[in-house]
């Protein structure tokens, strides 16, 4: 299952470098573009997705030799790795009803509490610094404004 997803993630983050090179454009005018941005962020996705193929693929090697007289039984950590997909699917929708800035801040405190398991305090600490570091930066620093939401914010 590990296997599916790192190579999902790795064909979804050369679907957004080629987006960002050849659609969006890079660097424009002695500035970087529109599609500078989703191209870093690709390419260190790739790479991270590319190393965990690797490692995936070596331990299956290493399970299936070990493994292979076992029967297979069905578990709960085995959709573990759904858990990301999942998440992202139920923040996108969040998103579209609740605003940038309450999903960023909702996902990251859920994120935090339910599935690093960190404590309250700490969680809501660094959900409210990451979401206003973000904030600052897009919509202060750059003047990229977010989508508002359905409550006007």
């Known amino acids: 299952m590990e296997l599916a997803i790192n190579l999902i993630i790795f064909l979804l983050s050369g679907y957004w470098c080629q ?3 050849m659609v969006y454009t890079f660097w424009n005018k ?9 191209v870093i962020f690709s390419v260190i996705l790739m790479i991270f997705s ?23 039984t ?20 969040v998103f579209r009803f609740a605003g940038v800035v309450v999903s960023m801040f909702l996902t ?10 960190v404590r309250l ?3 809501l600490i660094i959900s409210v610094i990451v979401t206003l570091l973000v904030y600052l930066i897009f919509v202060v620093w ?12």
């Open 74 to 93: 069905f578990s709960l950590s085995r959709i573990r790795p759904l858990l990301p997909v999942v998440y992202t699917i139920a923040a996108i929708v």
């Open 50 to 72: 590319c190393v965990l193929l690797i490692k995936e693929i070596k331990r299956i090697r290493m399970n299936h030799r070990q493994t292979s007289q076992t029967a297979s």
């Open 142 to 153: 750059l003047r990229i404004p977010f989508p508002r939401s359905i409550f006007g914010f």
């Open 30 to 38: 002695n500035q970087p573009g529109s599609g500078f941005i989703p």
């Open 19 to 21: 987006q960002g090179l």
């Open 121 to 123: 305090s700490k969680s």
């Open 108 to 117: 990251s405190f859920i994120w935090l509490l339910f599935i690093s398991k």
